[in-house]
């Protein structure tokens, strides 16, 4: 694989589409199908009752966390101001998606 040059300002995805399109040689309509295609499959693996995660090997895996219900607490000590109580409203249980970045990923980044 040829060293690549550093890029200095973000990609929108029009632009995106367009250097993977020329890179690959292949039309830009298939590479953005390709793209679509792997966000059904990301939905598929992290939707409720299924998998719960998906990996895109070497690169990253997304993840869901479940998180419980939190009870209202009332007189909890305030982190901000000490020696003043504060009341902490309560919460109902959520699912948070995760992505952690994968060795190849972070190796990257050096």
Do not use: Y
Not at 22 to 30: G, Y
Request: charge should be positive.
């Amino acid at each position: 694989m040829a060293k690549s040059t550093a890029v200095r300002k973000a990609m929108t995805k029009t632009q995106l589409l367009a250097e993977i399109a020329e890179n690959t040689e292949v039309a830009k309509k298939d590479v953005a199908a390709v793209l679509d295609e792997l966000a059904n499959i990301i939905d598929r693996h992290i939707k409720k009752g299924a998998v719960g995660h998906f990996t895109l090997p070497g690169l990253l895996k997304i993840k869901t966390v479940k998180k419980p219900a939190r009870k209202a607490q009332s007189g909890v000590a305030n982190p901000f101001r000490p020696g003043e109580t504060m009341d902490v409203a309560a919460k109902p249980a959520s699912v948070q998606v995760k992505a952690l970045a994968l060795k190849k990923l972070k190796d990257m980044a050096k």
